[in-house]
């Protein structure tokens, strides 16, 4: 039932939904996820969990709970003795403040009390829900062995309450996968919660997956103990400093496998960090005490460092690292700023044909020079299997790298190349190094190329009809400024080939194309997370014609549309000084205020957008519950809607629909 507004002034739809819990108690599975609910809805929800005893999932996201609300809710939840998973992130009404000393509306309380009694719980989302954290919540996940996923990111998880959080996991064993991402939480606070793993006897934690994106975890702090020196047979007590990176203290959880640092502030100096991450044999983890043994570490499998400031330096320890390491198989180095001579680095690894299978290195401007490094790598590499360069203005001469060792390299099946300005040479070169002839084609010789020159004449055809040495399953060039023709028949040659494979050359309006503009409206804002796929089947579902392009944009400050396109949503010009059809938002302000997402959509026929702008006046733009405002693409008025009758569009749009 997600995305009705289910709750609301009335509560008349919550109590026949409480009257139908009762009535049906074999319900395993509910979503009431942006149902608009309150705590009005839930004092009329939460008694009705009582007579469920079959319930294993719960999700109640996105929601209007305040703090008592949300904590009423979780009282109940404890009643049911098969739930499973529980999910109740962006509760954005709720805060860390005090609930009125009642345990029964304290959210921290309810969870806890479902933590203790129950012995099926296995996940809890508490994304984004800053609720107020209590003493007893760790006492009760020390002593669970049940919950295996554990999602405290964004909650506001205070500092002082790390080393509580350290000592229920050195007791709780089976809790696998912890994220603690974007709390704000600094160098010292990690090693408050890793200290308790720390002691002398303690085995460290047993967490496979642990996700710490954009908490401040760069440079080293210095710890101090006593300790005790025999000077004579007389025992005196003196002080040892030890100095400790991110590594260092992450080496207490022995069983690591998945590691995320995301936009962590690492820069160049980190060596030492990444050193420690992959396992190196130069450090040993500290410990509390001086004679104890520190546990064995469980070799990373996966790490995310995408959004620090590696740089070159970085990217040369990486490569130091990875030397002696063969467990690592996903590598993300976006967003870096390693350069050529990094991605020479990166090079050096794949041509030694290191066990890595997954290798991102998104926004890292390699540049021409950089992908040729990669691609002579590839030639020689046996294990890669994904492979992401996007932005990184690679153009025609780095694609054509690319294809010349596609053929030899038998491993490579998803190639990611967005952003990347390649034009119709480089993607006739990539294709064309994955899809060949038929043997029995005479009307060229073997291995014969298409001419660039005569794309739009030649027939779809010509082009290879059979898959090539190439394994690549997967190729992404959207936002390349490849022409309409040369789509059109890369197209076709996929489609009449052996063996499926996935191809993206999605575009947006980067040119101030008034055909195109016609085409096209703006609609505004969109409810967060959403897709361009669920856009389309918004507006499909309201019988508006063919959509040719969707591109999701967020003219956020310093912030770039979630499909990277040449920043034609924020100032209306691409790199180039050309104008963007789409590039101004309408109304007073429109999107441009923080936070508020939009999209582009082109349509087919120009007749789409008449009945598209009819939406709203219609009450019929409601996506996700939410209201949208959909204008024409460009237009700097505040009116959504344009004042010319299209009756008669309307109809010819419908009857050619039926």
């Not at 509560?11 to 049906?24: I, N, S």
């Not at 400790?244 to 980190?270: G, H, K, P, W, Y």
């Not at 790298?401 to 480089?426: C, D, W």
């Not at 089947?537 to 549309?561: H, V």
């Amino acid at each position: 039932l997600s995305h009705n507004p289910i709750g609301g002034y009335d509560t008349k739809c919550t109590k026949q939904l409480a009257k139908l819990f009762k009535e049906h108690p074999a319900l395993r599975s509910l979503d009431l996820s942006a149902c608009s609910l309150t705590d009005d809805d839930a004092a009329i929800l939460a008694p009705a969990f009582e007579f469920n005893a079959r319930l294993r999932a719960f999700r109640f996201d996105n929601n209007r709970f305040s703090t008592r609300g949300l904590g009423a809710m979780l009282y109940r939840i404890a009643f049911i003795p098969t739930l499973e998973t529980l999910s109740f992130n962006s509760m954005r009404q709720v805060t860390a403040g005090s609930s009125g000393g009642d345990p029964a509306r304290n959210p921290g309380e309810g969870l806890a009390r479902l933590l203790e009694v129950s012995v099926s719980l296995r996940e809890f989302n508490a994304w984004r829900t800053h609720f107020p954290y209590s003493s007893r919540l760790f006492d009760a996940l020390a002593h669970n062995r049940s919950l295996v996923k554990m999602d405290l990111g964004e909650t506001g998880f205070p500092e002082h309450l790390t080393s509580r959080l350290g000592d229920a996991l050195t007791h709780n064993t089976q809790l696998c996968e912890l994220n603690l991402e974007r709390n704000s939480l600094s160098l010292q606070a990690l090693y408050q919660l890793c200290k308790p793993g720390m002691r002398k006897g303690q085995r460290g934690f047993s967490v496979e997956a642990l996700k710490m994106n954009g908490n401040h975890l760069a440079g080293t702090i210095t710890i101090t103990k006593r300790r005790r020196a025999d000077l004579d047979d007389d025992e005196e007590e003196e002080d040892e400093t030890t100095e400790l990176n991110a590594a260092d203290i992450l080496r207490v959880f022995r069983t690591l496998r998945v590691l995320e640092m995301r936009d962590c502030q690492l820069d160049a100096s980190s060596g030492a960090i990444i050193g420690g991450l992959l396992g190196t044999p130069e450090q040993a983890a500290p410990g509390e005490g001086a004679s104890g043994s520190t546990p064995e570490n469980a070799p990373l499998e996966v790490l995310i460092l995408a959004q620090n400031r590696l740089h070159r330096e970085g990217a040369a320890s990486i490569a130091r690292c990875l030397a002696c390491n063969t467990t690592l198989r996903v590598l993300d180095l976006s967003s870096n700023q390693l350069g050529v001579a990094g991605a020479r680095a990166v090079a050096g690894v794949l041509a030694a044909d290191h066990p890595l299978e997954e290798l991102n290195l998104f926004a890292n401007q390699i540049g021409i020079e950089g992908c040729r490094e990669i691609a002579t790598a590839l030639a020689s590499n046996t294990h890669l299997r994904a492979l992401d360069l996007g932005m990184n203005r690679i153009r025609d001469k780095g694609a054509n790298a690319l294809a010349a060792v596609l053929t030899r390299n038998a491993t490579l099946e998803s190639l990611k190349l967005r952003l990347n300005l390649i034009g119709a040479k480089g993607a006739h070169a990539l294709v064309q190094a994955i899809i060949r002839r038929e043997e029995t084609d005479a009307a060229a010789p073997h291995g014969s190329r298409l001419s660039v020159s005569s794309e739009a004449t030649r027939t779809s055809d010509q082009m290879h009809d059979r898959w090539g040495n190439a394994a690549v399953r997967e190729l992404l060039l959207n936002n390349n400024p490849v022409p309409h023709e040369m789509i059109l028949m890369i197209c076709t040659a996929i489609a009449e080939a052996r063996h499926p494979m996935t191809l993206d050359l999605q575009q947006r309006i980067a040119e101030a194309d008034p055909d195109r503009r016609r085409h096209t409206v703006w609609m505004c804002p969109l409810p967060g997370g959403c897709s361009s796929d669920e856009i389309a089947r918004f507006l499909y579902s309201n019988k508006c014609g063919a959509i040719s392009n969707i591109t999701i944009c967020q003219p956020k400050q310093g912030a770039a549309p979630t499909s990277r396109p040449m920043r034609a949503a924020r100032g209306g010009r691409d790199r180039r000084g050309r104008g963007c059809a789409g590039s101004r938002a309408p109304g007073r302000g429109g999107a441009a205020k923080k936070g508020k997402r939009f999209a582009f959509v082109e349509f087919m026929d120009e007749n789409s957008v008449e009945v598209a702008l009819h939406l709203p006046p219609q009450n019929r733009a409601y996506l996700r519950g939410q209201k949208l405002s959909i204008a024409r693409a460009g237009i700097r008025t505040g009116r959504s809607v344009d004042s010319v009758d299209s009756s008669a569009a309307l109809a010819a749009l419908y009857q050619s629909q039926m």
